[in-house]
C-alpha cells in the first residue's frame, strides 16, 4: 500500500511539472560543431542543419543561405581588370560558369575550437572541400611576363583548364585558420560567418589577388598540420 502511495506522488508531481522539466532538452553542440551546422546552413542552406540548430534555441540559426550569384556576376569585370592576362570573352564565359557551377558544391567544416587571449573569441581551423588549383599559379604568374606574341592562346588555355578543374576536379580539403567568435547567437556573428565562408572559398577557387601577393591568405598553421 505504503508503495502505491509512493508511485501516485511521484506521477502526480511529474504531471505538474512544466513540459520542458520533463522532456529531455537538447544536447549542447561545440563550438565547431555549430560553426559546422551553421556553415551548412549558409552554404547549401541544409534542412537537417536548420533543424538542429532551431530545436537548440533562439539566434542558433542563420537566416538567409550564403548567395553567389552577384561574385559570379562580378567575375567577368574582375578578369578584365588583369589587363595582359585577361582571357578572352569566350574563355571567360566558361571559366565563369564552371565556377558557378562549383560553387554551391563547396563544403566547409570547423575543428576544435582554440580560444585566443579570451574564452570567447580564438581561432578555427576551416576545412573547406573543393579542388586544388594551387598548380596553376607558377604557370599564371610566368604568363604575365611572357612576350605578347602567343600570349592570348596561353592564357585562354590556362582558363579553360582553370575551367576544367573546377567543374570535374576532385574535392580535396584545403584548411585556413579563422578567428570567431565561441558561439554566433545573433544576425552580427551569422554575418562574420558568411563573410569569413564568402572569403576562404573565394581566395582558394579564384586567388589571383592572393598570387599576385595581396590580399594574403590566413597562413596554414600547426591548427592545420593533420590535415
Not at 561545440?30 to 551548412?40: G, I, R, V
Not at 566547409?108 to 581551423?125: D, H, K, N, Q, T
Not at 580535396?172 to 572569403?199: D, I, K, N
Request: hydrophobic share 45%; aromatic share 8%.
Amino acid at each position: 500500500m505504503r508503495g502505491s502511495i509512493a508511485i501516485r506522488h511521484v506521477v502526480i508531481l511529474l504531471l505538474s511539472l512544466p513540459l520542458w522539466a520533463v522532456a529531455s532538452a537538447p544536447a549542447d553542440l561545440s563550438p565547431q560543431a555549430e560553426y559546422t551546422l551553421q556553415a551548412q546552413v549558409l552554404l547549401h542552406d541544409d534542412a537537417a542543419a536548420r533543424q538542429i540548430l532551431r530545436e537548440q534555441g533562439e539566434g542558433y540559426e542563420p537566416a538567409v543561405a550564403l548567395e553567389w550569384q552577384l561574385l559570379v556576376d562580378d567575375v567577368p569585370a574582375a578578369l578584365a581588370r588583369q589587363g595582359s592576362t585577361a582571357p578572352s570573352p569566350a574563355a571567360t564565359q566558361a571559366f565563369v560558369q564552371a565556377l558557378a557551377m562549383r560553387l554551391p558544391r563547396v563544403s566547409c567544416a570547423a575543428r576544435e575550437f582554440v580560444p585566443s587571449g579570451s574564452p570567447e573569441i580564438g581561432l578555427y581551423p576551416l576545412v573547406c572541400q573543393h579542388p586544388d588549383v594551387e598548380p596553376l599559379r607558377q604557370e599564371y604568374l610566368a604568363l604575365r611576363a611572357a612576350p605578347e606574341a602567343g600570349r592570348q592562346a596561353r592564357i585562354d588555355a590556362l582558363f579553360l583548364r582553370w575551367a576544367a578543374a573546377l567543374r570535374d576536379g576532385p574535392d580535396v580539403p584545403h584548411c585556413s585558420r579563422v578567428t570567431g567568435w565561441y558561439q554566433a547567437r545573433h544576425a552580427f556573428a551569422h554575418a562574420e560567418r558568411v563573410h569569413q565562408l564568402y572569403q576562404t572559398i573565394l581566395w582558394r577557387l579564384l586567388p589571383i589577388e592572393l598570387w599576385l601577393g595581396e590580399p594574403l591568405l590566413p597562413q596554414e598553421d600547426e591548427l592545420c598540420d593533420d590535415v
